[in-house]
């Protein structure tokens, strides 16, 4: 099951992600493409490892023990967020809807009074986002804020970060943001059938001449139908959601700051694409004075 879940996303998914990120995985695709059968015996990550959830309290950063009962009061849940994002988890990867579980999890204990999600990703396919910016919302809606704290923070990653109440660098020699954009791939196996003798029949009903349309122009060659009707709307939506997001911090004016260009720290501070450079625990701190504001705003609108 892990192997064609893997399998899918990689074959037919379209991707919030940074091509640095996507040629990293080249070696995996080829080994998923290949049919290796190592890796089709695999089993979720998750299955042997749960998702490596710190703490971080009094300025101590410590291990979660085996629930969040077990933290001091008014800890803060340091979740990961790393590496290629996928929806469900694989043999090397946790998928986001197990991080999406465990950030519902901490949103729900007395204990734990803010979140900081640890970033440190290029992105990934785009189904991997709404399980996050849900559990992100819940979170919000329990009066407990979520601050990203990023290194590496593009595309579906910084999507995600946008939902957060603040995103700060965790340094200013190599953390990145931005690569705003959507991009699709695939490989058209045609003549490799053909060389093998194999040939592929596909028919399509009278009644569904629009069924596959701008996929089948794109293998052809022609790629305006799928980037009309497939990446452009997934593009539009993703720069009105950080922009929403983001609201005013944003000078959208930016150039290429929506089209996928990339900014160093200091840079995305300057742009609105991050509110500051500081640590891990400073951003604990921050979370937890968010959350304290939140707090006070809620009881003051009772009144």
């Known amino acids: 099951m892990v192997f ?5 996303a990689v074959c037919r998914g379209k991707w919030f992600i940074s091509f640095r990120e996507a040629e990293a995985n080249l070696l995996l695709v080829q080994r998923l493409l290949s049919r290796d059968a190592s890796l089709a015996d695999g089993k979720p990550l998750s299955e042997s490892q749960p998702v490596p959830v710190m703490l971080e309290h009094e300025g101590r950063l410590m291990k979660r023990g085996n629930s969040f009962a077990d933290a001091p009061e008014g800890s803060t849940a340091v979740i990961p967020l790393r590496g290629t994002m996928l929806k469900y988890g694989t043999m090397c990867s946790y998928g986001t809807t197990e991080i999406a579980s465990v950030i519902r999890e901490a949103a729900a204990s007395k204990n734990i009074s803010s979140i900081v999600l640890d970033i440190d990703s290029g992105g990934g396919s785009v189904d991997a986002i709404a399980p ?21 923070c593009a595309s579906a990653a910084y999507y995600v970060a946008s939902y957060c109440n603040e995103i700060l660098a965790d340094n200013d020699i190599d953390a990145e943001f931005g690569s705003i954009g959507v991009m699709m791939s695939f490989a058209d196996y045609a003549k490799y059938y053909e060389n093998e003798g194999i040939k592929v029949h ?13 996929f089948e122009a794109a293998k052809k060659g022609e790629y305006a ?7 452009d709307p997934l593009a539009r939506d993703f720069q009105e959601n950080v922009k929403r997001n983001r609201g005013a911090r944003l000078k ?4 290429g700051v929506l089209r996928g260009r990339m900014f160093y720290a200091r840079d995305a501070v300057r742009t609105g694409l ?5 640590t891990l625990a400073q951003a604990a701190e921050r ?6 504001q939140m707090c006070i705003d809620d009881y003051m609108h009772k009144l």
């Open 4 to 8: 064609s879940h893997l399998y899918s």
């Open 132 to 152: 996050l910016a849900d559990a992100i919302r819940q979170a919000q809606s329990a009066r407990k804020a979520v601050v990203a704290s990023c290194s590496l």
């Open 202 to 214: 596909t028919i399509y009903s009278n009644l569904s001449d629009y069924k596959n349309a701008p």
């Open 225 to 231: 139908k799928i980037r009309d009707e497939e990446l």
């Open 252 to 255: 959208a004016d930016t150039e």
């Open 274 to 278: 991050a509110d500051a450079v500081g």
């Open 287 to 292: 979370s937890r004075e968010l959350s304290a």
